[in-house]
């Protein structure tokens, strides 16, 4: 797969604290209320195990009912949620991983990320203070940082001599992230992509795409996919439609050659970005 050796096969990733991951996880922004929980169920059914979540998107204890709900065990599942800007405080941020924990009703978070690094707070150090914290005490198994760039990443490695797990980033065709994606690599850090397919903006009808999706007999959907699998990049689309969950999973029965790769990522624009998440000024709380 690409250039990025970690996979241990095309289905599951090793991250560099020892644990796995599936190489394409669920996305699970705006989904919520009852609608919510029968999206992810349906999710879960399909065969995702890897249910991305956030305090900010309001819906932990749908994704928790939704891991109840599937009969999928526990431990087969991994569940992701990310500490909002308001608590990156340390012990605000502490608080924020037990509240999580008991909105999805689990004893340990499987994947805790700090959702955007809020630079002019200057308090994200403290949050990944806090998440060194909660792992080492077994609240949290994985741990890592969402719309990191490399600055932010060296410093919390520098302050705390341990490495993000993963780094969830913006990326899609419109915007490839590949000197980003290039300096996860760097340091050991597997990149997640979040609006894989590039949202609302996809480039479903985009030659390189619609004429892959055509060569190969497959949606436009699973060539998007497929090109985060031979990037490295562990997608996490979102769908609340079923069929389309399970096109987004079976991508593992074609190869897009090196000229369609190139093609696709031809697509980049300067700015490619869906609304301005420059991490370096873009803030949440
Ligand atoms: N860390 C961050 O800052 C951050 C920011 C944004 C998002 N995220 C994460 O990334 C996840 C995914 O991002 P996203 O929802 O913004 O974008 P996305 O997954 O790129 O796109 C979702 C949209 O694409 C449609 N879709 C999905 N599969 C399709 C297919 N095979 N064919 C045609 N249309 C398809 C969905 O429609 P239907 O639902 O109607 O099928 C939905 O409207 C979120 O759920 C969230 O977990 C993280």
Redo the contacts with the bound molecule.
Sequence with gaps: MGTDTAAADDTTYRLNDGTSLPAIGF???PLKGDDGVRAMVSALQAGYRLL???VNYGNEEEVGEALRRSGVPRDEVAVAT?IPGRFHAKTLALQSLRDSASRLRVEQVDVALI??PNPSQDLYPQAWQALVEAQRDGLVRSIGV??FTEAHLHRIIDETDVTPAVN?I?L?PYFPQAQMRGINEGLGIRTQA???????Q?P?EEPPVADAAAAHGV????VILRWHVQLGSLP??????PE?QR??LDVFGFELSETEMGAIAGLAREDGRLFGGDPDTHEEM
């Design positions: 996305g699970t922004y991305d979540s956030a990310k959702h955007w969402s719309n969830q913006e899609h979040w609006s894989p397919m590039g949202k609302r996809a479903f949606t436009p959907g699973q996490l689309p979102k769908s609340a439609t389309r096109q987004n």
